[in-house]
């Protein structure tokens, strides 16, 4: 993410308790946000939340969380796009567990639209159960779209470490995720 200092200066302000930083700092980073978001969503086959709801629910969840502090954007938009993963990793739960509560449905409806979002939440936990620093860095280049020196930064790493990192975490999720022959 390229510097802004404007929204360092509304994060640093909000750190301080201004109540009304957060709120004026959304119309500053909406495009960004709605960037994100689509990004997210474009990890989901079964598309359960709109990209504007899904915005709306991750502010939400920043307006009503009380003490957080970013020392700048990228730690911002790191923070977001982890919630937006949420938020649909949530939904998906829900919808799940609302399909097999519901009446048998032909299989041509009911599919496994689903599994993609859930898989890849699941694969991601695994990888954090082995090396929480590469599921971070896969998180935040899948979901944050984060390059490796913002990633670099955000982990208190050099980009080079990153690189390597996501080799690896990219080779541990694709086996997770490519179903066997």
Known sequence: MMA????TEVLALAARGDTQAIDSLIPKIYA???RLARRQRAHEVAHTLETTALVNEAYLKLATQGNVTFADSAHLYAYMSQVMRHILIDHARRKKAQKRQAPEMPASEAGSDIIDVL???EALSRLATLDARLARVAELRLFADLSSPDIAEVLGVNARTVERDWLKARTF???CL???P
């Open 178 to 180: 490519v179903p066997d």
């Open 119 to 121: 898989a890849i939440d």
């Open 4 to 7: 802004e200092p404007h929204i």
């Open 173 to 175: 999720l694709s086996a």
């Open 32 to 34: 960004t946000l709605r």
